[in-house]
T-cell receptor, first 115, second 113 residues
Framework: KAGVTQTPRYLIKTRGQQVTLSCSPISGHRSVSWYQQTPGQGLQFLFEYFSETQRNKGNFPGRFSGRQFSNSRSEMNVSTLELGDSALYLC??????????????FGPGTRLTVT | TQLLEQSPQFLSIQEGENLTVYCNSSSVFSSLQWYRQEPGEGPVLLVTVVTGGEVKKLKRLTFQFGDARKDSSLHITAAQPGDTGLYLCAAQDSGGGADGLTFGKGTHLIIQP
C-alpha cells in the first residue's frame, strides 16, 4: 500500500506571495492532518480534515487554510507569506476517527523557504 | 492543550551503549505514541501505548507507559548507528476528542560508530 505523498518536496517563495501544498493520504484513510515543524517550536498542529470538513484547527493565523476533496486528498494554502513561515510542512493521514487511538502516518513533508 | 516535555533534548553516545529517553506531562493521556524522524523525512510511528503500566518491546527498543498515564519512556539496548534520529512522543488528551496530536519537541539522538 502506498504511503502518504506530498508535493512539492521543496519550495522557495518570496515574502508576500502565497503557496499551495498538496497531500495524498494512504488509500482508505479519510482523516488528514497538517503540521508545521520548525527547530524552535517543534511539530505544531495546523488543522485536520475528515470527509471534506475541517474538524479542528490549531492556533495559527487565518493566513493558513486548507481543504479536502472527495477523494480525501488535501491541500493547504498559506497567503501573504512571512519569513517565519519557513518550515517543514507535514501531512499525516489516519484511518480511525473519534477514537482514542489516533495513529497517524506522515508523508515526507514539503520544505518551504520564504526569502 | 497539554504540554509534553521530552528529555534529554540532545544525546550522543557510542555504539553498543544503552540509553533511556523520557516524555512527561502533568496531564493524563488516553494514549501515547512514539515516532522516529530522520533528516528530510516525516516521523515514522514506532509504537502506541494505551494502558497504564504497559510495556511494549520492538526488537532492542522498550517502551513503557507510566501507571498514571502521564509519562512514558523509551529504552534502547545496545544502540546502533541506525538508531540515530529525532525521537518524538505524541499524545491525545484524555477526552479522546478530535484535536490533533500534541507533540513533544523531541530528543535528538546520535549514535557514534
Amino acid at each position: 500500500k502506498a504511503g502518504v505523498t506530498q508535493t512539492p518536496r521543496y519550495l522557495i517563495k518570496t515574502r508576500g506571495q502565497q503557496v499551495t501544498l498538496s497531500c495524498s493520504p494512504i488509500s482508505g484513510h479519510r482523516s488528514v492532518s497538517w503540521y508545521q515543524q520548525t527547530p524552535g517550536q517543534g511539530l505544531q498542529f495546523l488543522f485536520e480534515y475528515f470527509s471534506e470538513t475541517q474538524r479542528n484547527k490549531g492556533n495559527f493565523p487565518g493566513r493558513f487554510s486548507g481543504r479536502q476533496f472527495s477523494n480525501s486528498r488535501s491541500e493547504m494554502n498559506v497567503s501573504t507569506l512571512e519569513l517565519g513561515d519557513s518550515a517543514l510542512y507535514l501531512c499525516a493521514s489516519s484511518l480511525v476517527r473519534g477514537n482514542s487511538l489516533y495513529e497517524q502516518y506522515f508523508g515526507p513533508g514539503t520544505r518551504l523557504t520564504v526569502t | 492543550t497539554q504540554l509534553l516535555e521530552q528529555s534529554p533534548q540532545f544525546l550522543s553516545i557510542q555504539e553498543g551503549e544503552n540509553l533511556t529517553v523520557y516524555c512527561n506531562s502533568s496531564s493524563v493521556f488516553s494514549s501515547l505514541q512514539w515516532y522516529r524522524q530522520e533528516p528530510g523525512e516525516g516521523p515514522v510511528l514506532l509504537v502506541t501505548v494505551v494502558t497504564g503500566g504497559e510495556v511494549k518491546k520492538l526488537k532492542r527498543l522498550t517502551f513503557q507507559f507510566g501507571d498514571a498515564r502521564k509519562d512514558s519512556s523509551l529504552h534502547i539496548t545496545a544502540a546502533q548507528p541506525g538508531d540515530t534520529g529525532l525521537y518524538l512522543c505524541a499524545a491525545q488528551d484524555s477526552g479522546g476528542g478530535a484535536d490533533g496530536l500534541t507533540f513533544g519537541k523531541g530528543t535528538h539522538l546520535i549514535i557514534q560508530p
